[in-house]
């Protein structure tokens, strides 16, 4: 299994819609993060949170919610879905230090929003 | 704020040439410097990474980078290209004491047999 998955890979809604975006860990570590990826933007981060308790806006968290369910789960959320959020969506992980082992990264979440 | 640029955005080599990928960061001190690589359909993968001492730094996939504090550069070598090279990349930096990556915009290379 994967040290950080995320579901659904791919997910394709419509303009409005709610959506929720889960990230889960095995790797045992406090810091989590959401990245959306755009061509010739690379990864911008969205949200990011260091445990349950303690979350924070990125440069890009207008229209975005998160949830730290657990320590091993994040979810990000679009509460009402808009085309420019079209986009590859990455989770990473990160031990409590933030830079000795660098990120973990999952698979990618591909949005499309219609 | 850190910032850093990746001033080429798609990059052609020969498979066996040698290759070098340019980065560039904006930092008022010593930074933590990454590259990573994205092949298509997955996550990044961590390549190498820079926190201090030796300025040449040895990654996987036979990859190295330099730092170059004159210059801000960390740029990426390979001297022999494989075709599997075909990826995305992209180097990031990150304060010392920081608590995020910040991400160039990412170069592709792409490799003709």
């Known amino acids: 299994d994967a040290d950080v998955t995320q579901t659904p890979r791919n997910r394709i809604t419509k303009t409005g819609k709610r959506i929720m975006l889960e990230c889960s860990q095995t790797k045992g570590h406090d810091r989590m993060y959401w990245y959306r990826q755009d061509p010739g933007l690379g990864l911008r981060l969205i949200y990011y949170?260091?445990?349950?308790?303690?979350?924070n806006k990125g440069e890009i968290s207008d229209g975005y919610s998160v949830s730290r369910q657990a320590q091993a789960k994040f979810s990000l959320s679009l509460e009402s879905a808009i085309p420019n959020q079209t986009a590859l969506y990455f989770c990473?992980?990160?031990?409590?230090?933030?830079?000795?082992?660098?990120?973990?990264f999952g698979s990618g979440t591909r949005l499309t929003v219609v | 704020a850190q910032s850093v640029t990746q001033p080429d955005i798609h990059i052609t080599v020969s498979e066996g040439a040698s290759l070098e990928l340019r980065c560039n960061y904006s930092y008022g001190a010593t930074p933590y410097l990454f590259w990573y690589v994205q092949s298509p359909g997955q996550g990044l993968q961590l390549l190498l990474k820079y926190f201090s001492g030796d300025t040449l730094v040895q990654g996987i996939k036979g990859f190295e980078a330099e730092f170059k504090r004159s210059q801000s550069s960390f740029n990426l070598r390979k001297p022999s290209v494989h075709w599997s090279d075909a990826a995305e990349y992209f180097c990031?930096?990150?304060?010392?004491?920081?608590?995020?990556?910040?991400f160039g915009t990412g170069t592709q290379l792409k490799v003709e047999l």
């Open positions: 990473a992980t990160s031990d409590r230090t933030g830079y000795d082992y660098g990120y973990t």
């Open positions: 990031a930096v990150g304060a010392r004491g920081g608590n995020k990556l910040t």
């Open positions: 949170s260091f445990d349950v308790k303690d979350i």
